[in-house]
């Protein structure tokens, strides 16, 4: 069965009974036969990233989502990613003042750690102090940063005081983040290295290792778990191949039975067209996005004025037809089109790509032209796409007569580390969303301790406009404050927002539950895969 499906929220309750009626139900998975799951997602340990695994270290998607089938957190996204989180290792949560600042969590009775021992309040605390007592370099505590004390009462209850108000907090603790750890596995005030978990999620992990990399991951079902996934299958192997041409072939051969991020445009292109025998295109919702950030204080870029002459000079469209074809669209905001608050607020400032009235921002500032750059990108860690969308950043900035552009490509170990140094002016990373809403799109970018360890520093939106929009949960009503933080970035230009991406699977059609594997929120959900009957 040879087709392309498009999942879309307005109607993935419909398709669910469908493709599970035509798949089967619980025959796959549970033979022993176990599921297995390709990426290019690549794990690696070494002195800049000792603890990958770590949910005091861990900040990227691809660790997140191993994290996601081992640790288990409070609450926990819905199954399609949007939408309020559920409570998961907690029976209940709740705001119990009309401040959003006291939060409080009863755990689900009789919960178990993987290897039997009691998950308590207490075990919560630990887990969530560490983070925010250790303060690892990758910033993923700033995700805990409105906490002020975590007070525990009994063996089940857990009571956050917040030191400002924050109606995003339950989306924070459905984190891996604040993922719950037994404190006879994890140090209190040291990283744990390597690629050990240990956790009361849905699966026990084993990795096995090759050079201090993963190559493969082996989720056995957690026999312990209690929570609210229903794991579908009994065991899942996450196979990490070094490109998408190897993955796709494996695919192809039956050597595994899906693949996820990241499929090169290539292969999308001809998966929608002529895909494999017995091979599925599944196309999902996402809200990835891509954007060069700025070293601010750095010589070639402090002055503003360059910055916005490049977000003047840049041609969105141009970058996501030539590269990723129909895979992605401009985007002229860091919060991506569909979440609430969203405005466009580059092409309200800039508008259509014009190489005279950047020139005229150079020239007001007495900025010598043209201005020579270099714009740093990752070989290894987005998908074979990045270094010609460099390329094509590069000859757009040039062929303007203002810019002297150069790019140079790094390995992510190498690269995430010399960025969060300082080490490059113009650097370009993706987000893939800690949680579905446009404060996760702006804070993690412009507030104190920040994910890109950027100096670039607006007192009204850490000290007024942020807090502002965590007060209100309605967050309709936050649109005012977040729409004034977008218009500030488009005219500071500490980040160039470039494009939001759509997300792709693709697996073999014995396979089941493939329209869940993937949430609109980027979670690899790989409990709700099993082998049924090919439709």
Known sequence: MNRK????????????????????????????????????DRFIASKKVP??????????????????????????MPRSGSGEPQPEAAESCIFTDTGSERYVCTLRKDLKFANGDPVTAGDVKYSIDRVRA????????????????????????????????????????????????NPDDYAKKKLRNGFD???????????EVKDD????????????????????????????????????????????????????????????????KNVNLVEMPGMEI???????????????????????????????????????EPLYSLVPAGITGHQNSFFNKYGDPDKAKAAQTLSRADITTPVKLTLHYTTDHYGSGTKKEFE??????????????????????????????????????????????ADNFLAPFLDKENFLASPYANSTIRNELIPAERREADRLTASKSLQQIQSTVANDVPVLPLWQGKQYVAARDDITGVEWALSSSSILQLWELNRGVSG
């Open 51 to 76: 603890a990958p695994f770590d949910p005091a270290y861990a900040y990227d998607a691809g660790s997140w989502n191993v994290l996601r089938q081992t640790v288990q957190t409070l609450m926990a």
């Open 134 to 181: 250790i303060k690892s370099s990758s910033a993923s505590y700033g995700l805990l940063s409105t906490i002020d004390t975590i007070e525990t009462q009994g063996s089940r209850k857990v009571i956050f005081h917040l030191n400002t108000p924050d109606a995003t907090f339950p989306y924070k603790l459905a984190t891996p983040t604040a993922g719950i750890v």
């Open 392 to 437: 094509v950043l590069r000859d757009q900035l040039n062929a303007s007569g203002l810019f002297d552009v150069d790019i140079k490509g790094d390995v992510w170990d190498t690269y995430r580390d010399a960025q969060l140094k300082g080490e490059y002016d113009v650097y370009g990373l993706g987000w893939f969303p800690d949680f579905p809403d």
């Open 213 to 276: 990399t993963v190559v493969k991951t082996v989720f056995t079902k957690n026999p312990n778990y209690k929570g609210q996934l229903k794991p579908k299958n009994d065991k899942v192997e996450l196979v990490s191949f070094a490109g998408a041409d190897a993955m796709g072939k494996a695919l192809e051969k039956g050597d595994i039975d899906m693949m996820t991020r990241t499929m090169s445009p290539e292969q999308i292109a001809k998966y929608s067209t002529t895909p494999p």
């Open 5 to 40: 499906t498009l999942v879309l929220p307005a109607v993935i309750g419909l398709l669910a009974p469908v493709l599970a009626a035509c798949g089967g139900s619980d025959s796959g998975g549970s033979d022993g036969d176990a599921i297995a799951v390709g990426t290019t």
């Open 290 to 328: 891509r954007y060069l950030g700025f070293n601010t204080t750095a010589s070639s870029v402090r002055n503003k004025a360059v910055r916005q002459a490049m977000a003047q000079v840049v041609d969105r469209g141009e970058i996501a037809a030539k590269v990723y074809g129909t895979t992605a």
């Open 197 to 207: 978990v240990d956790g009361s999620g849905p699966y026990t992990m084993t990795s």
